[in-house]
């Protein structure tokens, strides 16, 4: 059986401890591989190779090192198919969303920041004739990345390709659950030609390898994605060591139909913003309000339009949703299930897992499911549930669906759909959300801040502040 192994200091090695976890096929419910479980000493040796390529690689030239970063960027492009695959089978998620999206965006991720540092600039702030000030950003040591099973390559190399474009080094750890295409770009980083020790990936378990990151006094800066739970625990080790944190955290995103939309094309995106990647992705707009006139007419459509999707293989075409990623996983949205149906919701379509037979017969798949009838306050709207379950709430005025749609901890993302500019403006200023988008969802343009407000995180990514968040600024008064 494969045996997923450690990038530390250039070179593919197993963990100290010799020990390996158990890796799944969500699809089909079987071990497939193995993955390391690392341990602090892993930890250890990856920030002692980091510390030590520090030096050199902050002082290689911009267009060196953006030389080496779009050399990884043509080899994930080369090898689409086989990383597409590989994400696919590691997570469940359908091979065609890999192709289009995971694997298009990681190699994006590389190109975008790559280039982005060859057109940096400072600013300067003459004091007429006293002093001039300029501003001097430099690289800041080891950086330490944290990310999650949801979009394993994806949001893997969005932490990793700004770090090192800004001239840091790199410690870091993809999720347990899917370790398998970061395993395969460490394999792409040595055929690169990247310096040794410049990036290191330890693979293993959260509570281990992800502690050891937070509390590691070499790493003075944590770039982490993933639950607002274990966002809190990264924040309590490492703040009062005073490192700089971005934490991308949970959301609980609204999205927000109004009668003047443009009715087919809210109702096709909606059904792709509930369950693109089987619903697991921190962007997902989970809780749909319909202004009450079209409530019905949008209900009906959905629900008739949900019930057509088909769950099954994720090799296969056909399929619009794969597996959820692992057992503890489905099983946690089936309690969700449970529990709406508790607080008074009325199940229109899926709500149950779904057993097929053959090959298939282990895996974790769930019917996509839509609830009506909930209370906007009640736990099922609350509390991020991240599986193929969203629930439908009419609304009558403007104010009530922004009492609605801000009433949760979280404020990721929010989807509007309306053909009312001036509703537009002032319905985007209201939401408490990071990300609003207008007659469209997951667009993405890597110049924009990205990021959530309230317990959906703090320390904004995306692309000119993700080059700024891996630097330290400095002002420099020079007098004249
Ligand atoms: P987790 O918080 O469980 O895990 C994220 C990463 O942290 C994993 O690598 C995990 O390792 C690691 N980890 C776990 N415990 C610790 C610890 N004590 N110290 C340091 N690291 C630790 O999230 P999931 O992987 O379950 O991902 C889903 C969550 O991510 C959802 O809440 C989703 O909303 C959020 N997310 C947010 C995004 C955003 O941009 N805001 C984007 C995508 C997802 P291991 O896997 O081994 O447990």
Redesign the pocket.
């Known amino acids: 059986m494969e045996k997923i192994l450690n990038y530390i200091n250039g070179e593919l090695v197993a963990p100290e401890s010799g020990e390996y976890l158990d890796n799944y096929d969500p699809s089909r419910g079987t071990v497939y591989s193995q993955i390391p479980d690392s341990d602090a000493n892993d930890i250890d040796m990856a920030v002692s190779a980091a510390k030590e390529a520090f030096p050199l690689w902050s002082k290689t030239p911009r267009e060196e090192r953006s030389r080496l970063m779009l050399k990884v960027a043509e080899l994930i492009d080369e090898n689409h198919e086989m990383l597409s695959r590989a994400e696919s089978k590691d997570n469940g998620k359908p091979l065609k969303l890999a192709r289009r999206v995971d694997i298009p965006r990681a190699s994006s991720n590389f190109r975008f920041f790559a280039t982005a540092i060859l057109h940096e600039s400072t600013e300067a702030h003459r004091m007429d004739e006293t002093a001039m000030n300029y501003t001097e950003r430099t690289p800041i040591g080891v950086a330490g990345c944290?990310?999650?099973?949801?979009?394993p390559l994806y949001?893997f190399t969005w932490k990793i390709a700004p770090a090192l474009a800004a001239g840091n080094t790199v410690v870091a750890?993809?999720?347990?659950?899917?370790p398998m295409t970061a395993f395969l770009l460490s394999k792409l980083c040595i055929e690169a030609g990247l310096p040794k020790g410049v990036l290191n990936i330890v693979h293993?378990?959260?509570?281990k390898?992800?502690?050891a990151?937070?509390e590691h006094p070499d790493i003075p800066i944590i770039s982490?994605?993933?639950?607002?739970?274990?966002?809190k625990?990264?924040a309590a080790?490492a703040a009062p060591m005073f490192k700089k944190l971005s934490l991308?955290?949970?959301?609980k995103n609204p999205n927000i139909i109004f009668a003047d939309c443009d009715f087919d094309k809210a109702l096709s995106t909606s059904v792709q913003s509930s369950f693109a990647n089987q619903g697991?992705?921190?962007?997902c707009g989970s809780r749909i309000f319909i202004e009450r006139s079209i409530y019905d007419k949008f209900r009906d459509a959905f629900a008739e339009k949900v019930q057509k999707l088909k769950v099954g293989d994720p090799l296969a075409e056909s399929s619009h949703l794969g597996a959820v990623?692992s057992k503890p996983?489905m099983e946690k949205v089936l309690d969700y299930i449970d529990l709406a149906k508790k607080e008074g919701g009325v199940v229109l379509t899926g709500g149950q897992q779904i057993v097929t037979a053959g090959e298939l017969s282990k895996g974790y798949y769930l019917a996509p499911t839509v609830i009506e009838g909930l209370d906007y306050n009640c736990r099922t709207n609350q509390e991020?549930i991240?599986g193929p379950l969203v629930t439908l709430t009419p609304f009558d005025t403007e104010e009530e669906v922004l009492t609605m749609a801000n009433s949760t901890p979280y404020g990721?993302s929010a989807t509007l759909w309306t053909n009312d500019l001036n509703r537009t403006q002032r319905m985007s200023t209201s939401i408490k959300a990071g990300v609003v988008w207008v007659n469209c969802w997951l667009v993405r343009d890597l110049r924009t801040p990205?990021?959530?407000v309230k317990q959906?995180?703090v320390g904004r990514?995306g692309g000119w502040d993700a080059l700024q968040f891996f630097t330290e600024k400095k002002n420099v008064c020079i007098k004249l």
């Open positions: 944290i990310s999650p099973w949801n979009l949001l750890k993809p999720s347990e659950v899917t293993g378990l959260g509570p390898v992800g502690q990151i937070s982490f994605t993933g639950g607002t739970a274990t966002g625990r990264i080790t991308e955290l949970g959301g697991q992705i921190c962007l990623v996983h991020e991240f990721l990205f990021g959530g959906s995180g990514e």
